[in-house]
């Protein structure tokens, strides 16, 4: 007895990566607030592919910094009423302050 698991990448990023990080930005996000990090992403993902509604997932991801795509991740996954289970990444970046913002 056991879990039927498959991996299939469903997520798609709305705009080119150089449009989304700002032509000629070196390090596209780094050095960026969580808050603004989290600005950024919103809206940026779409799940493509035909995975149906009440699916299952676990989304996985390379490194966590702020958590901003893991957020955005979710919420692109939950408008098209895929339920994730959980996040789960390879590594973490130590999170720092500057005042009271998150920054990488």
Do not use: H, Y
Not at 19 to 25: I, Q
Not at 53 to 75: F, I, N, S
């Amino acid at each position: 007895m056991g879990v039927r698991v498959s991996v299939a990448p469903v997520l798609r990023v709305r705009a080119s990566w150089a449009s989304f990080a700002g032509a000629g930005s070196a390090g596209g996000q780094k050095g960026l607030s969580a808050s603004e990090r989290a600005r950024r992403m919103r809206g940026m993902m779409r799940v493509s592919g035909t995975a149906p509604a009440g699916m299952l997932c676990l989304v996985c991801d390379d490194v966590l910094t702020t958590g901003a795509t893991a957020v955005e991740a979710v919420r692109a996954l939950r408008q098209a009423g895929i339920l994730p289970l959980g996040v789960a990444t390879l590594a973490s970046v130590p999170l720092k302050t500057q005042g009271d913002e998150l920054v990488t």
